[in-house]
């Protein structure tokens, strides 16, 4: 990728470019990538480029044919989210599975990383799995050493979670020894965010009903906005990550002694 490019006859670097592009499609809602390529004067090849790396650090929502601003009400789609991160979310999946003890009980919930820490479970032995991701019952019901026990509830077809009154209800009827949660967004101050309030009371539930509990989020979650409140990193016994949080972030988790794991 160039490394530069030009803005008023001047020699422009990339990270500049990135920021005006951010600029553009903050002020629009939605650009085109054609219309990005004539704005900067380079290839749309390169565009592309740069919406895929602003996308890689959850600056931009990559659409097909231009890019938009993630907003606080609506999550990026699943199939996107399943890319998005993909090989962070992998060694993230990893280092968590690796604090899972065989003969475990566990809640996991929606969201792709959960389904990436599905699959990084399967060589473990006898465990006990309670989850409202039918994704992630599909992916360890093919073992013959775990117990699955799926949520009942209303099934979102976007990504197969499972949620409403009737999963709370199910939820609450167990005491795991971990709770394995993925979260939308962290807020710098701590709080805990997601887009979905129905999924937040499931996740809620989780929380309240685990021995331990375990956040699996990379570092695009850290500052991404999002409108519905979970609760706070001090509600967390660990944090698995791909990067060092942000300093305040960082702080926060250090003085609520927050186990900070980074893949």
């Known amino acids: 990728m160039p490394s530069t490019t030009k803005h008023n006859g001047k020699v422009e670097p990339v990270r ?3 920021a005006r592009i951010r600029k553009m499609v903050q002020a629009q809602g939605f650009v085109t990538i054609e219309a990005l390529a004539n704005a900067f004067a380079v290839t749309p090849q ?7 790396t602003l996308s890689e650090k959850g600056l ?6 231009g890019a938009a601003m993630l907003t606080s009400t609506e999550n990026v789609a699943y199939n996107e989210r399943k890319v998005l991160c993909f090989r962070e979310k992998q060694k993230i999946a990893q280092l968590l599975a690796r604090q899972i003890p ?3 009980s566990l809640f996991i919930n929606i969201g792709t990383t959960t389904e990436a820490i599905a699959h990084a479970l399967g060589n473990h032995k006898r465990l006990r799995v309670i989850t409202n991701n039918l994704n992630v019952a599909s992916i360890m019901s093919v073992n013959e050493n775990f117990e699955v026990i799926v949520a009942g509830g209303l099934v979102r077809h976007r990504d197969q979670g499972i949620i409403g009154e009737a999963t709370i209800d199910f939820i609450n009827q167990f005491k795991v020894d971990y709770g394995i949660i993925g979260i939308s967004g962290i807020d710098i101050d701590g709080t805990l965010l997601d ?3 129905r999924e937040v009371r499931a996740a ?3 929380i309240d009903n685990s021995r331990s509990v375990f956040l699996a989020a990379d570092h695009t979650k850290f500052g991404r906005n999002a409108m519905v409140r979970l609760g706070n990193i001090a509600e967390i016994d660990g944090l ?10 960082a702080e926060i988790i250090a003085a609520t ?4 794991h980074v893949a």
């Not at 931009?60 to 044919?65: A, D, I, K, P, T």
């Open 46 to 52: 390169t565009i592309r480029r740069d919406i895929n």
């Open 60 to 65: 931009l929502c990559r659409h097909h044919g």
């Open 195 to 197: 887009f979905d309030y």
């Open 257 to 260: 002694e927050v186990d900070l």
């Open 204 to 206: 809620r539930a989780i």
């Open 16 to 18: 500049k470019r990135h």
């Open 102 to 104: 065989d003969n475990s």
């Open 240 to 249: 698995f990550t791909d990067r060092q949080p942000p300093a305040g972030l």
